[in-house]
């Protein structure tokens, strides 16, 4: 943990993406791609040029060693810098893929996937929702089956929401492999390739994190080998322990990163916009309730800040961390949205033009309390982890 200044890797990693977002992230391109609900993949890969990738891959496997923190501040930055545009990808890549295949692959999957992952070759996206299924993720109603001879598994059922299916080559998939009685033992997760037959893939309307089109992936058949069972097949029916071990913890910083830098967006939009405008013979700036409103989104920025580095530093460093990862989740993800709305009332009826960073914001802010384990779902698992009687 530091209290004075960033590691200067850090900082380095900043200056290197706010130069990229300066020549590649302008707004008229991040307004026509959250329009669309697409981001170019030639664009990501030129982020990915910056070897960027390999953050959370160890060196022998082509990655740079695992660094969360510095992660999480790509994330951060990436994020200030154009919302969800490209820190989308990069989760998709360095997270959903690296970070998880590192913590949970077989040897065999780490040397497959994890050179390409780190040089941002290939995306994975994430099935764990479904239509029945949102917090209680172990209700899983998506069955695996072995065949006869063990060579393969099947797979039918619908995965919802999985962001960025269409750009991914591989959903990292939740299933039931077992009997339904025993919830939370019987679920494996299958690395599937998208590409498979039997898979297809429906479009979902959704407003906020427009990087990719947000999808319903329905499986019908879906053979894959048995090879692809996350961890290999010693690691059949073990998919609970990997999704609520460290990689779910890792997986709330994520998210968070993204809200902390769509937030700190807003700030700095609201923070120039106000010294713009004026009304009433002077700059906005001058009137005492929007100097209030300004400093106090500063304030409650700088406390997600520590919220969140604090819980990556522990993460990084292997500390038991699932309460202030829940913590910073939670705080982050609802004091995000209080600040985006808030700068969105600084701007007045700008806030609300598509002219203006700051409606998209607000869209993408919307969403933080919801993805990634809801703001209850998080208190619950604070409350149990301190274990409050209920
Ligand atoms: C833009 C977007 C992208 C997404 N991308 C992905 C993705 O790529 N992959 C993926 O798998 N999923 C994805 N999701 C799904 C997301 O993770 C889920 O929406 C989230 O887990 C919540 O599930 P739910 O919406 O079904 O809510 P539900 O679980 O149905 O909950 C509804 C409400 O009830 C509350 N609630 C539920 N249970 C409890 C309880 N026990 N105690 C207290 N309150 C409770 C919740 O907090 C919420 O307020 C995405 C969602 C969106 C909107």
């Not at 660094?67 to 545009?85: F, P, Q, Y």
Request: with cysteine; proline share 3%.
């Amino acid at each position: 943990m530091y209290f004075t200044s960033e590691p200067e890797h850090i900082s380095m990693l900043r200056d290197t993406i706010g130069r990229f977002a300066e020549k590649e992230l302008t707004d008229d391109k991040l307004r026509a791609w959250d329009k669309a609900c697409e981001v170019p993949l030639d664009v990501f890969h030129r982020l990915a040029e910056t070897g960027i990738c390999g953050i959370t891959i160890d060196e022998e496997y082509g990655g740079s060693g695992r660094d969360l923190v510095a992660a999480v501040a790509i994330i951060d930055e990436l994020a200030r810098h154009g919302g969800a545009a490209l820190a989308g990808p990069f989760i998709h890549c360095a997270f959903y893929g690296g970070m998880n295949i590192s913590e949970n692959g077989s040897e065999r999957q780490k040397k497959e996937l994890l050179p390409k992952l780190a040089a941002g070759e290939i995306l994975m996206a994430y099935g764990l929702s479904e239509p029945n299924v949102g917090g209680d993720l172990a209700a899983v109603e998506t069955i695996a089956t072995l065949s006869d001879d063990k060579s393969t598994v099947i797979i039918n059922g619908t995965k919802r929401w999985c962001t960025g299916a269409r750009f991914a080559d591989y959903m990292i998939c939740l299933v039931r492999s077992g009997a339904a009685d025993a919830k939370y033992k019987n679920l494996s997760m299958a690395i599937v390739p998208l590409d498979t037959p039997g898979i297809e893939i429906f479009d979902l309307d959704h407003i906020g994190l427009r990087y990719a089109k947000t999808t319903d992936v329905v499986l019908t058949n879906v053979e894959i080998p048995v090879e692809n069972i996350l961890g290999g097949f010693s690691s059949w029916n073990r998919g609970w322990d990997m999704l609520a071990s460290e990689a779910l913890d890792v997986e709330k910083l994520e998210i968070t990163g993204v809200a902390l830098g769509i937030a700190a967006a807003a700030v700095d939009n609201a923070w120039e916009y106000a010294q713009q405008r004026n009304q009433f013979g002077r700059l906005i700036s001058a009137h005492q309730s929007i100097r209030h409103d300004l400093v106090e989104a500063k304030t409650k920025l700088q406390a997600c800040r520590h919220m969140l580095y604090h819980a990556a530093h522990l993460a990084q460093n292997r500390v038991s961390c699932s309460v202030e990862t829940s913590m910073a989740k939670l705080f982050v993800g609802d004091t995000a949205l209080e600040i985006v709305l808030k700068c969105q009332q600084v701007m007045g009826a700008y806030g609300c033009s598509s002219e203006y960073a700051m409606e998209r914001h607000v869209r993408d802010i919307m969403v933080m309390p919801i993805v990634g384990g809801s703001s209850k779902m998080q208190k619950n698992n604070i409350a149990a982890r301190l274990r409050l009687p209920g």
